[in-house]
């Protein structure tokens, strides 16, 4: 009964599955960790620049002690001049600190860049898939939000991260080095800042990703009602829009608030160990009694500098952590499933040599094709050839496949030939699946159920790649009866079609996608219920 009852629930999870239209949202926050962090560094810059990053840091550090230690010593050594050596170091430390400036605003801004544009080019060419299972809001949320963490306020909280961070660590060992007696409150220092972190870091992540989930449903609705506002209107659902607007706002801000006040609370309990420590060290130091003013001067401003601003440099870190919860996002969707390749060497060859395709010839062999991996086929064994020049006509009821065969033509969904190895679509006798992308889609004509514009002018749409004259494409919209209309427009071809509600019909819109067609000069049309 056990083992029945354990394969009902797996074979239940497995419908739930089958039947789920969008996917989840995955927590990539949870992932936050080397790989992140490694994969934000490659992204911002060549090794010689991080590690003269690294070396400009480290100098920084250096004079700053160094000049620390200098001005404690003035009045204990007058063999050397205090103005030309203080002056040196100021000078150097100036110079050190513009070139760190200059280093970290390129090696930012360049893996900001290069992290967005490498999720950017993982969506374009993401598997048709992707799109049918993500909502709009989610993708927005990542490249505005998300998109927008990373240029803006990363770089403000890693700004502090790395320049506190050097500083406390440079602090901490030059007071060690003074006072040796504090290495073992140092170290119990340490360990209590560290186990603090440990609790308090997954709360505080786990807070941020709440309020990040809760964000992509307010753009999602945001973006459906604007695309649905005249439906809203007629049917008067303003109101339910507006409540259930509020009400994914509200959740929105109880989670923000919840993230903010997990904050506070490890606020307050960093400042109370850094406080510690620092008594501890200051007690040290009075209690030793032998060492020289001007160092325990020094020591003494370390320790209260450290119990002072420790706190912001801890809640920084854990900020620029969550933070990086963006980068891991970003991430996540430059390594999304790809379409195949979008050419191929042998296209070219194909083309030219063979002038494929020369006949138009369709043929479906025993073709198997489901959406994703755990649905069922939606195509089984369908099998039949379209000769050329012939005009075929596929009738069937609302969910048949007949749409199917044309995502399967095009291959924005491929056929499953893990399943039936010897199943294939050929044109002209060359199997598609050994076709680029580009060179498959270029070569196929369709007309889409609902006219479909590129924003520009008429020229444009009819010849987005610029492959035909002015001549052509006067022919073209002669041979459709659209030229007469298009030339009494003040513009001409060169009319932008941004409003192409105030400027062409419907019908003339398909009319456009018609004239587009008639261009291509394709062997294979295909019209979708056009």
Partial sequence: PLIDEAGATEDSRNDEEKGQLLSEEADESAEVGWNTYWYYIKNSGSFWQILLFVIVLVAMQLLYVLYSLLIGSMNNDSSWSPAKVLGTIIAAFVVVLALREVLFTKLSLKASSSVHDKALKGVTNAKTEFFDT?????????????????????????????????????????????????????????????????????????????????????????????????????YSQEKRFINEFTNLLNRNLRAFTFHWNVTRAYAFFSDFISTTFGCVGIALLLYIGNLEAGLVGLSCCYLITISEHLQWFIRQTLTHITQMASTARLKSYAELSQEPALTLPSDQQLIQ????????????????????????????????????????????????????????????????????????????????????????????????????????????NLDPLNEHTDEEIKLALQEINLWEYISTLPNGLNTEMSNTASVFSVGQKQLICLARVHLQNNKILVLDEA
Wanted: aromatic share 8%; glycine share 6%; hydrophobic share 45%.
């Fill in 134 to 234: 993500t909502p709009r809001g989610r993708i927005l949320n990542r490249f505005s939000n998300d998109a927008g963490m990373l240029d803006r306020f990363l770089l403000q909280v890693q700004n502090d991260v790395v320049d506190m961070g050097l500083y406390y660590l440079t602090l901490l060992i030059t007071v060690c080095c003074v006072v040796p007696w504090l290495l073992l409150p140092a170290f119990v220092f340490v360990v209590a800042i560290v186990s603090l972190l440990r609790v308090f870091k997954t709360v505080i992540m786990q807070a941020r990703v709440v309020e990040l989930h809760t964000r992509s449903p307010i753009y999602s609705l945001f973006s459906m009602t604007l695309s649905g506002l005249v439906s809203l209107r007629v």
């Fill in 353 to 460: 040599n063979q002038h494929w395709p020369s006949r138009g010839e369709v043929s479906f062999n025993n073709v198997h094709l489901k959406y994703r991996e755990k649905t069922d086929h939606v195509i089984k064994g369908l099998t039949f050839t379209a000769h050329p020049a012939e005009k075929i006509a596929c009738v069937g009821r609302t969910g048949a496949g007949k749409s199917s065969i044309l995502q399967a033509l095009f291959r924005m969904v491929e056929i499953d030939k893990q399943a039936v190895p010897d199943c294939n679509i050929t044109i002209d006798g060359m199997d598609t699946s050994t076709i680029g992308l580009h060179t498959l889609r270029k070569h196929i004509s369709i007309i889409p159920q609902t006219p479909f514009v590129f924003m520009g002018t008429v020229k444009t």
